[in-house]
Nanobody
Framework: QVQLVESGGGLVAPGGSLRLSCAAS????????MAWYRQAPGKQRELVAS???????YYAHSVQGRFTISRDNAKNTMFLQMNSLKPEDTAVYYC???????WGQGTQVIVSS
């Protein structure tokens, strides 16, 4: 059974930074395209960023230039560095294994003064 466990969420003031982590159990991590999604209250879940096992990256337009996705295959861990956070970034952030369909339980990010 593969598990994805997110951490690093919390409450931060506008303009602040957070770094999310996604730790994966099992052997799928290094061969999987991984992604971060988020879901704000009353809205659909949306793709934030993705990274291939060759480190090719994609970012949603709304986070380009502010967020950076990365991965450490040796540690089966993916990261999302979030800078210049805005109130509209408030959401539950989920880790996702694209090919295998696994999801983490989510970590809450609240951007508020």
């Amino acid at each position: 059974q593969v598990q994805l466990v997110e951490s690093g969420g919390g409450l931060v003031a506008p303009g602040g930074s957070l770094r999310l982590s996604c730790a994966a159990s099992g052997s799928i991590f290094s061969v999987s395209v991984m992604a971060w999604y988020r879901q704000a209250p009353g809205k659909q879940r949306e793709l934030v960023a993705s990274i291939s096992n060759g480190d090719n990256t994609y970012y949603a337009h709304s986070v380009q230039g502010r967020f950076t996705i990365s991965r450490d295959n040796a540690k089966n861990t993916m990261f999302l560095q979030m800078n210049s956070l805005k109130p509209e970034d408030t959401a539950v952030y989920y880790c996702h294994s694209v090919q295998f369909g696994y999801w983490g339980q989510g970590t809450q990010v609240i951007v508020s003064s």
